[in-house]
């Protein structure tokens, strides 16, 4: 059983479109992220997101938007696509005040290419 | 802010031999938790070994082992025995033990194993 899955795995849209990535994760955990992955390999943080709390990272444009229906799901909305959007996008989750440093485990990532 | 550094874009080992890569960091925090992680071709994201700040033990898993300075904010991967399964993209993160969960990713260092 796949622990975070993403879907699509590979997304190719025009400029100025509007898109959704959607993430599950069936681990019981309380806290979903969502990074960026760049054409350098460049990781990047873009939202955490729990229950309790948003946080996000202040270089994230507003065209982003994640959206939460329940504790398994964290989905990532992004509006008016720019060429500079094409990117690898991992959804990650973890739970919270676990032990060992709260390990985060990945989805497969969704290649997202803005042509 | 955290930042993490890894100075070998690339980094090359013959089958069976031993490698180290290098990762350095730069923070305020006195407890956090350092990770590498190994990224394959498959593009999966695949927790390699963890460090907790408070402890003075390195840490190791089988045949990779890490090199925790923290006085020095250095925290090296070696790998030991290197098979050609090794070969992939390898990313240093910190994690804060109180400002949130999130994940600052160095910028990752290719490791190519020669048969």
């Known amino acids: 059983d796949t622990a975070v899955s993403q879907t699509p795995k590979y997304l190719v849209t025009q400029m100025g479109n509007d898109k959704s990535i959607k993430c599950e994760q069936n681990l019981g955990h309380d806290t979903m992220y969502w990074y960026k992955q760049d054409s350098k390999k460049f990781l990047k943080i873009m939202f955490s997101?729990?229950?309790?709390?948003?946080?996000i990272n202040e270089t994230v444009p507003n065209r982003f938007s994640p959206k939460s229906p329940d504790k398994a799901h964290l989905n990532l909305h992004i509006n008016s696509l720019e060429l500079g959007d094409s990117a690898v996008y991992f959804c990650?989750?973890?739970?919270?005040?676990?032990?060992?440093?709260?390990?985060?485990?990945f989805g497969p990532g969704t290649r997202l290419t803005v042509l | 802010a955290q930042t993490v550094t890894q100075s070998q874009p690339e980094m090359s080992v013959q089958e069976a031999e031993t490698v180290t890569l290098s990762c350095t960091y730069d923070?305020?925090?006195?407890?956090?938790?350092l990770f590498w992680y190994k990224q394959p071709p498959s593009r999966q994201m695949i927790l390699v070994i963890r460090?907790?700040?408070?402890?003075?033990q390195n840490a190791t898993e089988n045949r990779f082992s890490v090199n925790f300075q923290k006085a020095a904010k250095s925290f090296s991967l070696k790998i030991s025995d290197s098979q050609l399964g090794d070969a992939a993209m390898y990313f240093c993160a910190y994690r804060s033990a109180w400002a949130g969960n999130m994940l600052t990713f160095g910028g990752g260092t290719r490791l190519m194993v020669k048969p």
């Open positions: 997101y729990n229950n309790k709390e948003l946080i």
């Open positions: 990650a989750s973890s739970q919270d005040g676990a032990p060992l440093g709260n390990e985060q485990f």
């Open positions: 923070t305020s925090e006195s407890d956090y938790y």
């Open positions: 460090q907790e700040a408070y402890k003075q």
